[in-house]
């Protein structure tokens, strides 16, 4: 607790440098309480409403997430002990609310160690953006949070820790948030897949979550695939219907290259991408084989055969051949839809970059030849192999350091992301969304996203306004990359 204490100090210390309030009188004569042994809940709570304007008592949560370990079986026959999830028994729940309506969510923590959540993609306040010292003090075991937001985009994103991430991650905590649109566009289903590994031993208990040869390449992969937390789980359509099929790679490490193949026929079916990371594409497109790093998302519109009993499988490629996701079977009689019949996905609020009086930055990512990382309470791998333009992350500790560039609110940048590794880095920003400009390797689609999959040897710029105030960390999604250096924030003023 004497701990929490001083972070908490030094959090508030940091927040008077940003210039941003101080805590109030009442948050930390109840920090102080700690000391003492009080306990810190209502403290925190109170800290966090007061930060968004709101009191402890005025209202519920929409939701109240409460990260917990349980035993679970991912195999059958065999219980896995110790996964974590923000369920009560199973998987943590797909979140839904509204594009443009204003939402709550209380994190109480349930386990023996600090916490945060992380709303993967969302353009939020930044005091809510879940990153221990940067945005916010982390959450001890017992202790609430508030989280209060209102998204201003519709489209497939997730959320996640942000403290202890490899660990907490490699477990579980990893959930889908869906935001709706406000005019529904005329699927017949809507289903979401979640796309992550676990390592687990022979025995279906979790083994070391990385190994440091590695993390200093391209990440280590699980050992068990799963979808929704079962392996090759099997779900029931619609014959002749209109599905809207949202796949999110919540993995600390792999990237899937989607397929959907037509068992019968032998090929590829009618699945079109609609979206990529939250956005709707230029044009929909026809899915042949796309890839998706870990931390981004794909949203597929899929003409389900008009028989009964028809199977589709959703697989990711590989060298080593392709792996089965996840199966669709028809049911029922036909529908009869078509792709016509769909509305076309409107736009988010993202804005457009002024290219032509936009500041050019060079973000370098590379190998770093530091040896150890910082001790955080919210973890350390004990590793410091990346670095963005020279300078590795210290972790998740009081004092970062400096941003990697300082960007004016309202002003246009173009992001020149250089890849010297021969590793692929999904890139990931919080906070603000940007445009995929171009490649030295291949051609890009004018997508927006907020994470870039940046190929070995590979030079891309991106391009955004800087129209969220804060501090936005910018990050590697392969987790071990990002606890072992391949972290830096940019500060918006």
Known sequence: MWLYYCELVAFAIRKESLGAPMLTRREFVAAGALGAGVAASGAVLAGALAAQGAKPDEASADVVLKPNRIDHAIHAGT????????????????????????????????????TTIHWHGL?????????????????????????????????????????????????????????????????????????RDFRLGDDGQFIRQFKPRLAARGGTLGTVMTTNWQVEPRYEVHSGGLLRLRLAATDVTRIYRVSVVDEDAGDRTEARVIALDANPVPAPFKLEVYPIGAGQRMDLAIRLPREEGKVLRVETQSGAGSRVLATLITKGPDLRRSFAELKPLPPNPVMEPDLANATTLPFTFSWSAEKSGMESICGTLGYTFWAINRVPWPGD?????????????????????????????????????????????????????????LLPQETMEVALVADNPGDWVFHCHVIEHQKSGLTGYVKVV
């Open 397 to 453: 500790v009081p004092d970062p350091g400096g941003p990697l560039a300082e960007l004016k609110l309202g002003q246009s940048y173009i992001f020149r992301l250089i890849n010297e590794t021969p590793n692929s880095h999904p890139i990931h920003l919080h906070g603000m969304s940007f445009k995929l400009l171009r490649s030295n390797k291949r051609q890009l689609l004018p997508l927006v996203s907020d994470t870039a999959l």
């Open 123 to 195: 353009r939020i306040p930044n005091a809510v953006d879940g990153v221990p010292f940067l945005t916010q003090p982390y959450v001890y075991k017992d202790e609430r949070f508030r989280y209060a937001f209102t998204p201003p985009d519709a489209g497939t994103f997730w959320y996640h820790p942000h403290c202890n991430t490899l660990e907490q991650m490699g477990r579980g905590l990893t959930g889908l948030l869906i935001v709706e649109e406000p005019e529904d566009p005329g699927f017949d289903q809507d289903l979401a897949l979640n796309l």
């Open 79 to 114: 219980t896995t002990r110790d996964m974590m999830s923000y369920g009560v028994d199973g998987p943590p729940p797909v979140l839904r609310m509204k594009q443009g309506e204003a939402f709550t969510a209380d994190l109480v923590n349930g386990l023996d160690e600090a």
